[in-house]
């Protein structure tokens, strides 16, 4: 009796012919580290929910940045911690406030070497811990929140930012940030909008690392984790507003909307490894449940396979020194 003449095995038959046939890659230049600046910091602090991943203090952002520029990532994406807080959220307005003084502080030392991003939203520096300010009934002001955006975008650009990320999921935000540049002369500063930001339970730790004052929860502004459609309309949208570049977060349980996009965006889509999906597979690595590296690496590639041009995730720099 005669054998399969049709045989995918021979596809897999050794590391080479593996490499070889693998469909999907992935580069240091695909990845993006977020880096947790907060202020006061004499050292760096670690996060107990995110193991191994530190706030640093503002005189370590420099070197971080290097290191980052060094390693041949994509970037760095900024996010600041201030030491007060208050209900419009008014320092990330500030030149002087941790988040713009640290973007200042990251160009310093690496210049274009690597793109240097900042978080546009004022979840770090409001009271209350929600993206946008409060009316007088406790709801999120979706307009008066856009007014501030647009201060923000042009503070962070005059900081030196050469890309802004409008995490906030404020209608409209992407135009109003696009707008503002644009008439204080930084047409050439990129936006990445937060496009398919889903309310997910995968934010804890997140929450921890920029010790968030969050009452209630953003149910009201982020994404319902049922809705699929809704992902791609927001995604088009901020198209439509001038987004350079959109973005599905969190990264492993969306995966199918994150194809969906990737199959119908124009820009580049990129999707954000979040503190959570960290978390998991820190903590079960952590008990010997699971191979670390392989699962690291298969949750990335995971996610690139899925359609993202480029992930941010915690483990940028180890996935780059791996990949070396």
Known sequence: MSGPTIRPRRLRRTPAVRALARETHLAPSQLVLPVFVREGLTEAQPILSMPGVVQHPLSEVGRVA??????????IMLFGVPETRDATGSGILDPKGIL??????AVVEVGDATVIQADLCLDEFTNHGH?????????VDNDATLE???????AQAEAGAHLLGLSGMMDGQTAVARH???AAGHADVALLAYSAKYASALYGPFRDAVDSQLRGDRRSYQLDPANGREGLREAALDVA?????VMVKPASFYLD?????????????WAYQVSGEYAMIEAASANGWIDRRRAIEESVISIRRA??????????????????
Not at 66 to 75: C, P, T
Not at 100 to 105: E, L, P, S, T, V
Not at 314 to 323: F, M, N, R, S, V
């Open 66 to 75: 290097a290191r980052v520029a060094e390693a041949g990532l994509g970037g």
């Open 100 to 105: 713009n003084r640290a973007i200042r502080a």
């Open 131 to 139: 993206c946008g300010v409060l009316d007088a009934h406790g709801a």
């Open 148 to 154: 501030l955006y647009a201060q923000a975008a042009v």
């Open 180 to 182: 503002a540049l644009d």
């Open 241 to 245: 507003e001038g987004a350079d570049i």
């Open 257 to 269: 909307v994150l194809a969906e996009v990737a199959a119908e965006s124009p820009v580049p889509v």
């Open 307 to 324: 359609g993202a041009d480029a992930v941010l995730s915690y483990w940028a720099l180890e996935l780059a020194e791996w990949a070396k």
